[in-house]
């Protein structure tokens, strides 16, 4: 699949496959990367029909783990580790993504993605999780800091100390969402630019890109709603700092029409300077 | 409740308790922001249901949300099906709704008796 991408290996725009876009996916001309939820991955036998297709047709697939709770104070779940680690080899796949979060305690599901504290336990919990990920990973593993609709009480750090530092002590990449940094220096009344000019964009393996809405007084990155306008100019910001290889549409349901993905994948290969994939 | 010296593992799991199973905030949370985030897990977990479950989620129509947040509020989730599953039976269930659980309980042998049922 290197040999599918184009100026000094990036991949352009991309968008998140979904069992109810796969029509739409699948007839992108342009496309050369999508990303796959990893937990729908079957472990073993055939790759499912539309995702064997894309990889014939030499767009790179990517396992996005969003279940494995990373952040969490117990040790990873060792099946969950091997699961991410054989979807990574059925798909072929150049690296793998998980999120810096909890999804669980005390034997409850959260069902979504959960902050940390950010303070030297908490990177002490990920970074040994990260390890034990690493260890069983046929590929490198990107980590995507989440959108928090609450911060903990007692942060020791700030979130690029935070980030940084993570990265630095696994050596993984980082999946950099747009929309959530957005979504996070919207609720704390912060300068999204300031994170940008913090992080250390020369890790970014892609970016995610999404929709969101506001509710109850937060914005909240639905996933369900149009990109806004904010996000896609810090996407401008962002290229503007260091372009990275790829920017993907994340979109997880009430589908808009056809047309309606199109001009957001347009307008993503706009403010990013990529070629259209549409 | 939780203290900073309680360890993460103990702070992580009275935080999901708070936020999925009711019960009280860890100290030094914003409770607005807990609630808000309390609510937008079963938002989520609600359309998570409605997608195993198309009919029962119709059957309420815009106040879908609604109901499956009371139902759910205390209830810690087992699963979008199982979530479906025992609502649709502690509900009174539309047509629709109850041809759809009927469904979902059906194994090969409850449809060979349906299908020696003598037809009206």
Known sequence: MTGSTGEAGSYGVGIGWRPEIAGFVAALPGLRFTEVIAESVPASGPVPAPLATLREAGTAVIPHGVRLSL???EPVDPARVA???AAARQLDAPLVS?????????GLEAGHLLPLPRSREAVDAVVANVARTQAELPVPIALEPIAAIFD??????DEAAFLS???DRTGALLLLDIANVYANARNRGAEPTDLLDRLPLDR??????AGGAEHDGIYHDTHTHAVPQEVLDLVTELCARHRPPALLLERDGHYPPADTLRTELDAIATASGYPVVT | MTRPEDSLAERQAALVAALVAGAPIPDGFDPRLIDTARRALLRKRSSEVARHWPMLAASFGERWPTVFAEWAEARPTRGSFQDGLALARSLPLTDLAAEELAAHQSTPWTRLLRRLRPRP
């Open chain 1, 71 to 73: 952040g969490g104070a």
């Open chain 1, 83 to 85: 699961h991410l680690a």
């Open chain 1, 98 to 106: 998980e999120h810096i979060a909890f999804v669980r305690a005390g």
């Open chain 1, 152 to 157: 903990w009480p007692d942060d020791e750090l």
């Open chain 1, 165 to 167: 530092e993570i990265l």
């Open chain 1, 204 to 209: 970014v393996a892609y970016v995610h890109v």
